[in-house]
């Protein structure tokens, strides 16, 4: 089984039920965290509708929180779901907006990484 994400009716990326769950899940904490909208509508029927200005904004405001963390401890915890993020953000065509911060201390790298292994595995 697999859902799909899509943007104006077309799949942007396709993943396993369990996988989508456990991201869409993250999505919502952060959405109530950072208190931005995530740009991704509800499951159903096994598809989710992405709407890319929203989306946008939230993965720039994720990647934002995450730069004044400066904490390992969250970098642990959330290096594998930003590098999701942004490998989605690819797909979908939004601007992706590194923090001057997290570059020049190299954070950033460890996520680029991430995301390179993503690419291929990560197709509408």
Do not use: K
């Not at 909208?37 to 946008?56: K, L, V, Y």
């Amino acid at each position: 089984m697999s859902q799909y994400y899509e943007v104006d009716r077309e799949p942007v990326w396709n993943p396993g039920t369990l996988s989508s769950e456990m991201f869409l899940a993250n999505v919502r904490v952060y959405e109530g965290l950072l208190e931005v909208p995530s740009g991704f509508g509800p499951m159903r029927n096994d598809e989710c509708q992405i709407d890319p200005p929203a989306f946008e904004g939230f993965v720039n405001a994720m990647l934002e929180w995450w730069d004044r963390t400066g904490s390992v401890v969250i970098d642990a915890l959330v290096q594998g779901f930003i590098a999701t993020l942004v490998t989605l953000a690819e797909q979908v065509g939004v601007e992706v907006r590194w923090p001057e911060r997290s570059e020049v201390e190299g954070r950033a790298e460890g996520v680029r990484r991430l995301v390179g292994v993503l690419r291929g595995s990560m197709t509408g």
